[in-house]
């Protein structure tokens, strides 16, 4: 079993910046690629960024030039900032690693842009 645990979220006004952090197992950390999903109200859970253990990160376009997925391995630790925050941001945000032997979810943190 694999436990991810997220924080970070809140409530944010829409241009507003949050960081969110997923604590890890070094282990998989340093081996397997770490992603960031988020689910809206009403809506379907999707893939928001990724970065691999090499370090190469992909986003969706939706949010392409505002956040930034990184991992620091020290603290075994992926992050995702989040600048300019609109109102349509606004979802649970998972961390989700898939290893060898299952597809392991964080418990989420909640983000909510508004004014």
């Known amino acids: 079993q694999v436990q991810l645990v997220e924080s970070g979220g809140g409530l944010v006004q829409p241009g507003g910046s949050l960081r969110l952090s997923c604590a890890a197992p070094?282990?998989?950390?340093?081996?397997?690629?770490m992603r960031w999903y988020r689910q809206g109200p009403g809506a379907q859970r999707e893939l928001v960024a990724a970065?691999?253990?090499?370090?190469?990160?992909n986003y969706a376009d939706s949010v392409k030039g505002r956040f930034t997925i990184s991992r620091d391995n020290a603290k075994n630790t992926v992050y995702l900032q989040m600048n300019n925050l609109k109102p349509e941001d606004t979802a649970v945000y998972y961390c989700?690693?898939?290893?060898?032997?299952?597809?392991?979810w964080g418990q989420g943190t909640q983000v909510t842009v508004s004014s």
């Open positions: 989700n690693v898939q290893e060898v032997f299952g597809n392991y």
């Open positions: 070094g282990s998989i950390l340093r081996i397997y690629t």
């Open positions: 970065v691999t253990s090499g370090g190469s990160t």
